[in-house]
């Protein structure tokens, strides 16, 4: 499903990942609110944060605090997963196999 806003970009499908960095992630939450039509300090209510906070999550921010950032995203019906990346080595890789 495609919420689009023709004043702005088509956010990416629900079920489709977006990196924290892309515009993509702060375009999805913004999306996601106004498919909910909900104002950003009625989220901001729902979320227990401020407006502020809202307004910086949809304008992209990328240093944000990760518990306000789950609550609000919790409130919005979304969530966040972690996938490890290709080639990135985690403490499970560096340890030498048993012999």
């Given at each position: 499903?495609?919420?689009?806003?023709?004043?702005?970009?088509?956010?990416?499908?629900?079920?489709?990942?977006?990196h924290m960095h892309d515009h993509a992630?702060?375009?999805?939450?913004?999306?996601?609110?106004?498919?909910?039509?909900?104002?950003?300090?009625?989220?901001?209510?729902?979320?227990?944060?401020?407006?502020?906070?809202?307004?910086?999550?949809?304008?992209?921010?990328?240093?944000?605090?990760?518990?306000?950032?789950?609550?609000?995203?919790?409130?919005l019906g979304l969530g966040l997963e972690?996938?490890?990346?290709?080639?990135?080595?985690?403490?499970?890789?560096?340890?030498?196999?048993?012999?």
């Amino acid at each position: 499903m495609f919420v689009h806003n023709v004043l702005e970009k088509s956010a990416p499908p629900a079920d489709t990942l977006v990196h924290m960095h892309d515009h993509a992630f702060a375009a999805a939450v913004r999306a996601r609110r106004r498919a909910l039509r909900l104002r950003q300090d009625q989220l901001a209510e729902l979320a227990q944060c401020s407006t502020r906070f809202v307004h910086m999550v949809e304008a992209g921010k990328t240093t944000l605090r990760l518990d306000k950032l789950l609550t609000l995203l919790d409130a919005l019906g979304l969530g966040l997963e972690l996938q490890r990346r290709p080639g990135l080595r985690v403490a499970d890789d560096l340890t030498p196999p048993a012999s």
